[in-house]
C-alpha cells in the first residue's frame, strides 16, 4: 500500500491538535482554520469503498469534517441527488438523460468526475474446477431473459460442463453495475432473466455466490480481490480469446466488454457553497491514485488524470 504524503503536513498535526472528543463528537477550536461540517455522498455500492477510503484519508487532514457514504445503488443515489439530498452521488455508470432531466427540473446543477477504473467481475465459487473462461454468448445464454426457468443447469451451456444446477446472483435493478452488465451482455439495458437473487450489497453477493455448487454472478473486481478465499473471477471472451479482469487489461482496454470507468458526481452549488465538501472533492481528485490503491481498485490513466483535472477546474 501507498504512503500517502501530504503537503504542509506540520500545519495539519497543528490543526488536528486542537480537534477534541467532546460528548461522543468532535469539537473544533473556532479560532483554528480547520474546516467543519458534512459531505454526504450515496449511490453506487461498487464506488462506495473508493469514497470511503478517500474519506479515510480525509480525515487525517480534517477531523472536523463528517463524510457520510450510503450505498442505495447508482440509480437510487441519482435519485437523492437529484431531489437535492446529497453532495455527491457515487455512480458505476454515466447520468441517464431522464436522470438529468429531473436534476435539471430541480435547480441540480452537476460535474461529472472520473475517480477510477474497474473490471466487472463474472465470478464463481473458489472451488469451482470446471469453468476457467465464458463468452459474452456463454453469459447471454445464461443471463438473457429468455433463459428464465429454461436453462438451469451448466451442461445447458456448455456440454464439457457438469450437470450442476446454476444459482445465480447479481445486483438489483437500481445498481449502475446492473444497467452496464445486462446492456453489455444481453444487448438491452435491463433485459435479463429474474429468477435469480439480487442484492444492492456485493458482500451479499459473494456470500451466496461462495455458498452454493453451481454458484456465478457479477460485481465489481475489487470484491474478488478482497474475498479470493471465497470466489474467483473468470477469463472472459468478448471475441479476441479469453482475457482475465486485472488492472493491465481493464486499463489497455483489453478486458472487453466489461472494463469500465468509475464516476462521482458533484453538486455544484454544494461545492460553490460548502467549504468543506470544496475541500473533501479537491482532495479526493489530486490523491485518487493513493485512494484506489487503498480501496483495491484500479487507478487512472495519465491520459484520464488529465480529464478528472480539466472537470474539476470547471468546478473552481
Same mark, same amino acid.
Not at 451482455?185 to 432473466?193: L, Q, S, W
Given at each position: 500500500?501507498?504512503?500517502?504524503? !501530504? =503537503? ?20 473544533? $477550536?473556532? @479560532?483554528? +482554520? =480547520?474546516?467543519?461540517?458534512?459531505? *454526504? ?5 461498487? *464506488? ?7 474519506? +479515510? ?8 469534517? @463528517? ?18 439530498? /446529497? ?42 474446477? !470446471? ?15 429468455e433463459a428464465e ?8 451451456? $456448455?456440454?464439457?460442463?457438469? +450437470? *450442476? ?13 446492473? $444497467?452496464? #452488465? ?18 444492492? $450489497? ?65 453538486? @455544484? ?13 479537491? #482532495? ?7 485512494? =484506489? ?7 487512472? /490513466? ?9 472537470e474539476l477546474a /470547471?468546478?473552481?
Amino acid at each position: 500500500m501507498k504512503t500517502l504524503k !501530504f =503537503a504542509g503536513l506540520a500545519s495539519t498535526l497543528a490543526i488536528s491538535a486542537l480537534v477534541l472528543s467532546a460528548c461522543g463528537g468532535q469539537t473544533v $477550536d473556532p @479560532n483554528s +482554520d =480547520a474546516l467543519a461540517g458534512a459531505v *454526504v455522498a450515496d449511490g453506487s455500492s461498487t *464506488v462506495a469503498p473508493l469514497t470511503e477510503a478517500a474519506a +479515510d484519508l480525509f480525515r487525517d487532514v480534517e477531523a472536523g469534517v @463528517n463524510v457520510t457514504v450510503a450505498t442505495s445503488g447508482t440509480g437510487g443515489g441519482f435519485e437523492k441527488f437529484c431531489a437535492g439530498e /446529497t453532495d455527491l452521488s457515487n455512480a458505476s455508470r454515466g447520468i441517464k438523460d431522464e436522470e438529468a432531466a429531473i436534476c435539471a427540473e430541480n435547480g441540480i446543477e452537476f460535474t461529472e468526475i472520473i475517480v477510477a477504473n474497474d473490471g466487472l467481475a463474472v465470478v464463481v465459487p473458489a472451488g469451482n474446477d !470446471f469453468v476457467q473462461c465464458l463468452t459474452v454468448e456463454q453469459l447471454n445464454t445464461i443471463w438473457g431473459p429468455e433463459a428464465e426457468g429454461t436453462i438451469t443447469s451448466w451442461n445447458q451451456v $456448455d456440454p464439457s460442463f457438469p +450437470d *450442476v444446477e446454476l444459482a445465480l446472483f447479481g445486483p438489483g435493478t437500481d445498481s449502475g453495475t446492473f $444497467d452496464y #452488465f445486462t446492456k453489455e451482455i444481453n444487448g438491452e439495458e435491463g433485459a435479463i432473466r429474474t429468477d435469480y437473487s439480487p442484492s444492492e $450489497d456485493d458482500n451479499v453477493l459473494v456470500q451466496g455466490i461462495a455458498g452454493a455448487e453451481g454458484g456465478l454472478g457479477f460485481f465489481g473486481l475489487s470484491y474478488v480481490t478482497e474475498n479470493a478465499d471465497l470466489i474467483r473471477a473468470v477469463a472472459v471472451d468478448g471475441g479476441n480469446g479469453c482475457v482475465d479482469a486485472s488492472e493491465a487489461t481493464v486499463q489497455d482496454g483489453s478486458y472487453t466488454p466489461l472494463g469500465r470507468p468509475l464516476y462521482v458526481y458533484v453538486n @455544484n452549488a454544494s461545492y460553490a457553497e460548502k467549504p468543506q465538501v470544496k475541500s473533501f472533492v479537491d #482532495f479526493y481528485i489530486e490523491n485518487q491514485a493513493e485512494v =484506489a490503491a487503498l480501496a483495491l481498485y484500479i487507478g487512472l /490513466t495519465d491520459e484520464q488524470v488529465a480529464v478528472a483535472k480539466d472537470e474539476l477546474a /470547471t468546478l473552481g
